[in-house]
């Protein structure tokens, strides 16, 4: 049943509005936040598997020049092209280039390496901020949903009041009116008895 005086299209409906925009703006702001939060993770995923799959590519490559028996190979196949002076500057050559090389290729690798440490710290801790937005999002989303529930109470309950207060006036004044005719009658009475 429907309280007295309670029209609940034009009363509430700002209050609700207001309520409900707050609800909404605090709802979608924690949203944006854990999406971007969620695109970002996904970005560094992506960004860590593309380079992982380039570095053993690369290492795959420099195999291939480092492998000793594709080393001899050529080596053979240079023998029989060249004089023996030339060989022996390549033989001198050849062990220091490869040193060089493979000395380069393993700098390459584990500044690869610690860049994808890098990469996989900063992916836990948005991890962990992911977790810590996701907890607060879960945490609010019930007490902000039980506010608009609250307030209507709490607005029900104030008019409920005003129309008692209401109520109790028009009866105080109706019996002080009845109690002023009642002394108007009474003081027409004497004032013609003496």
Known sequence: M??????RGDQRSDEEQT?????????????KETKAQLKR????KESFINKEKETRRE???????TDPEKVANQVKDN???KKKKLLQVDYKELPVAHIINEERFRNEFQAEKNKNKLLQEELERLRISYAVLNARYENDVPKIRK?????????????????????????A?????????KNKTLQEQRDKSY
Do not use: M, V, W
């Open 19 to 31: 309520i409900c925009g707050c609800f909404c703006e605090t709802s979608c702001q924690i949203n």
């Open 41 to 44: 993770q996904k970005s560094l």
């Open 79 to 81: 023998t029989k092209r």
């Open 147 to 171: 506010q608009p529930d609250a307030l209507q109470h709490d607005l029900d309950d104030e008019i409920l009041q005003k129309h008692l207060l209401q109520s109790d006036y028009k009866e």
């Open 173 to 181: 004044f109706a019996a002080l009116q009845e109690e002023r005719e």
């Open 59 to 65: 290492l795959e490559r420099l195999k291939k020049y």
């Open 2 to 7: 429907q309280r007295p005086g309670n029209h």
